[in-house]
């Protein structure tokens, strides 16, 4: 089935007329995500790992690090997605709609009722369009899950310092 921006609207639009909270949606391979807008315990982790990412001074690479916090960004199959935290190293342009660049590193954090799109889905697909790393962190156990193209995947307890492909540095 294909979604068509009128079909999106017209979810929206029923939806926040129903709701009095704030939603965020996600369109991964044609599937539609509708979930409430994160918890202050996921919005305070995100501000304290996005404080934390800075260049690897040593590397050759050369990336600037920036980060956002739930961008609007469109991937080459077409879906839309929102990640907890996307790191680039070309600068963010000044647009106010969905921007078709695919991050360098993702991170995500884990959200409670969604943890099968977290820790099984979102993933796999992210590094299947071209995200080199993807970060899930829980917060609840403490622990962070390092999906790497052709690695497997690494799991850590916070604190942790890892170094991304990129040539940037995060504390998770």
Same mark, same amino acid.
């Given at each position: 089935m294909t979604t068509t921006a009128h079909d999106i609207a017209a979810e929206l639009d029923l939806l926040t007329r129903h709701a009095p909270t704030h939603i965020k949606l996600e369109i991964t391979g044609g599937t539609r995500t509708w979930r409430l807008l994160p918890s202050l315990r996921h919005q305070k982790l995100i501000d304290r790992i996005r404080a934390s990412i800075a260049p !690897?001074?040593? $590397?050759?690479?050369?990336?600037?690090?920036? /980060?956002?916090? %739930?961008? $609007?960004? !469109?991937? +080459?199959d077409g879906s839309f997605k929102r990640p907890d !935290?996307? !790191?680039f190293c070309v600068e963010p342009p000044d647009i106010d709609e969905s921007w078709d660049q695919v991050p360098e590193a993702v991170i995500e954090i884990i959200s409670v009722g969604y943890e099968e799109k977290d820790l099984s889905i979102n993933p796999l697909w992210y590094l299947s369009m071209?995200?080199? %790393?993807?970060?899930?962190?829980? +917060? /609840? $156990?403490g622990l962070v899950r390092h999906h790497r193209h052709g690695?497997?995947?690494?799991? /850590? /307890?916070? +604190?942790?310092t890892v170094e991304l492909l990129c040539g940037c540095r995060v504390v998770l």
């Open positions: !690897i001074a040593a $590397s050759s690479v050369g990336c600037s690090c920036y /980060h956002l916090s %739930d961008p $609007s960004l !469109i991937f +080459p !935290i996307a !790191i071209g995200v080199k %790393d993807v970060l899930v962190v829980d +917060p /609840h $156990s690695a497997p995947v690494a799991t /850590h /307890h916070q +604190p942790k």
